[in-house]
């Protein structure tokens, strides 16, 4: 079965840090484009950071400077490093990833199940 697991979210105190790790496992043969999204209470998704298979990235305004997403081809894992956290970077985040799935021949989007990121003030 494939998946995309996330872990890292918690609580942590304004200014603190914090990292999400997302890894995809199953009959997969590649990673195109990888990124994390977030969602807080009444609010749309929205994309935090992406990044490439070659390597390159993109940042949200708001968190340009804060963040800074990586990943590593031979574990199948996305990070996400969050320093300076704010109380308005709360929200539940998501990983995403475009999977290469040898039984269909083709790249399929995923989504994890999401890991809740708290920032107290």
């Known amino acids: 079965q494939v998946r995309l697991v996330e872990s890292g979210g918690g609580l942590v105190q304004t200014g603190g840090s914090l990292r999400l790790s997302c890894a995809a496992s199953?009959?997969?043969?590649?990673?195109?484009?990888m990124g994390w999204y977030r969602q807080a209470p009444g609010k749309q998704r929205e994309l935090v950071a992406g990044?490439?298979?070659?390597?390159?990235?993109n940042y949200a305004d708001s968190v340009k400077g804060r963040f800074t997403i990586s990943r590593d081809n031979a574990k199948n894992t996305v990070y996400l490093q969050m320093s300076s956290l704010k109380p308005e970077d709360t929200a539940v985040y998501y990983c995403?990833?475009?999977?290469?799935?040898?039984?269909?021949?083709?790249?399929?989007?995923?989504w994890g199940q999401g890991t809740q990121v708290t920032v107290s003030s």
């Open positions: 995403n990833a475009d999977l290469y799935i040898p039984y269909y021949q083709q790249s399929q989007n995923y």
């Open positions: 990044i490439t298979s070659g390597g390159s990235t």
């Open positions: 199953g009959s997969i043969s590649g990673i195109n484009a």
